[in-house]
């Protein structure tokens, strides 16, 4: 019998990233691949990366040098590297690390099991070219998955690429335009995810309110959500990365009046000065951003949201209005980001680039402000009864949770105890009785 080639992954960045990882996964399980999480194991290495931002370029690219040593001191034969980095600076990475044996882009997953096949029947020397597969295909192309996440949680990606154009950003330059998966597609995956037993269903995209709107169209997001939430086994239906000019009174509806959507909005708004929304190129203004916060709130909705400080020409009376309107809305969650410039991208071009000590200082008194906001928002929950999914048992008798409240990877826990109760299983739903709160994580008690 044939001992199968074994395969260990490093994925990075986004969960858009990790759907692409999953989708990798599934598709040379089905071609006789085994998997292993010890490098040192590995027959191929294969690393994931991400381009966004310049920290997550040195991070992707420490990992593939990481990776590379293996080649050495392991039983790796080929060294694959997918993903937006491999994507954005092909030419780059074959010639910086010529330890690669393969490059895939965003786009050329499908083409994965082949490109491995010949690399690996090739046994190539080093003094060859690397082979890549970098091209801009922008077809969409789903698979079944071999999940990375806990069972009971699964992203389902619901489009793909970019067409905002925001001044600051690269994916439109290295995922292209976007395009939306097919309805169909979409909830068979989740149909057949909730038969493996997933119980937590989350549907991401670089703009998940763009679903639908090709030709012109309104938003499908709401009816999307409606028929997936309509799933036998979907307890629980999250969706995430929502634009405020397309977040309508339908999609706020559908998310406060459905019993198994979470009742949680992610609102990436990045500033709310309309002068500097301009200069980023966002869609929709600062009227659309506080008609949202108020009809999420009167819905009572959890929000969340992120920011960019210190974007070229933002002023100091720009920052402190982004400043009195978050204070007024008061947002649940909030991660904030000093602007980075980016190659390629209309903003790193711009005049009236802001110091770095000046962005930071401005951080600092945006997340000191938001850390009171975080302690009172949590500190109004002590006393209720909240639905806990259970993420983790420890040994020391304390227990970790989600509610509907705190998405994962990003958010805060529950952690409670369960005295007189059966210890429950992972994946379970309890209910917990908050108990105390800090400024990220609330303390319980479970219930009979």
Request: proline content about 4%; charged content about 30%; overall charge negative.
């Amino acid at each position: 019998m044939t001992t199968p080639i074994k395969v260990g992954m490093i994925s990075l960045g986004c969960n858009k990233n990790r759907v692409d990882s999953e989708t990798a996964l599934g598709l040379l399980a089905d071609h006789g691949y085994a998997f292993t999480a010890d490098p040192a194991q590995a027959d191929i290495l294969m690393v994931n990366t991400c381009g966004f931002i310049e920290t997550a370029k040195e991070e992707s690219i420490d990992a593939i040098l990481e990776m590379a040593q293996y080649k050495q001191t392991g039983r790796c034969r080929l060294l694959v590297v997918t993903g937006c980095l491999a994507q954005r600076y092909e030419s780059a990475l074959k010639e910086e690390i010529p330890e690669i044996d393969l490059l895939m882009g965003v786009n050329q997953y499908r083409e994965l099991p082949a490109a491995i096949e010949r690399a690996l029947k090739a046994q190539r020397g080093p003094e060859e070219a690397c082979a890549s597969f970098c091209a801009d295909d922008h077809t969409y192309f789903a698979h079944d998955r071999l999940l990375t996440t806990p069972f009971y949680t699964a992203y389902t990606r619901i489009g793909e690429g970019c067409s905002n154009r925001c001044t600051f950003c690269a994916i439109p330059l290295i995922r292209g335009p976007y395009r939306s998966r097919p309805e169909a597609d979409v909830l068979r995956e989740i149909e057949q995810l909730s038969r493996q037993g997933v119980r937590e269903h989350i549907l991401v995209a670089q703009d998940t309110t763009r679903f639908g709107t090709e030709g012109g169209k309104h938003s499908a997001l709401p009816e999307l959500m409606r028929k997936a939430a309509a799933i036998d086994g979907v307890d629980w239906l999250r969706v995430l990365y929502c634009y405020p000019d397309e977040t309508d009174e339908r999609l706020l509806d559908v998310i406060a009046n459905t019993p198994n959507i979470c009742k949680y909005l992610d609102l990436p708004i990045q500033h709310v000065n309309d002068e500097v929304l301009r200069r980023m190129h966002r869609r929709g203004n600062k009227a659309d951003i506080l008609r949202c916060i108020r009809g999420a709130r009167e819905r009572g909705l959890t929000l969340r949201t992120s920011i960019i400080v210190g974007f070229p020409g933002e002023t100091e009376e720009q920052f402190q209005e982004l400043l009195d309107e978050l204070q007024a809305a008061e947002f649940d969650r909030l991660g904030a980001f000093t602007y980075s410039p980016e190659e390629d991208t209309p903003a790193a071009r711009m005049p009236d680039q802001i110091p770095e000590e000046v962005k930071q200082e401005r951080l600092d008194r945006l997340m000191t402000m938001q850390s009171a906001i975080s302690l009172k928002r949590n500190q109004a929950r002590v006393g209720t009864v909240e639905k806990v999914l259970v993420t983790d048992v420890g040994k020391d008798g304390f227990l970790l949770g989600r509610s509907h409240r705190e998405a994962p990877e990003t958010d805060g826990e529950i952690v409670f105890t369960a005295k007189g109760c059966a210890v429950p299983d992972i994946g379970s739903f309890v209910q917990v009785k908050i108990t105390k709160a800090d400024t990220y994580d609330l303390m319980g008690e479970m219930l009979q």
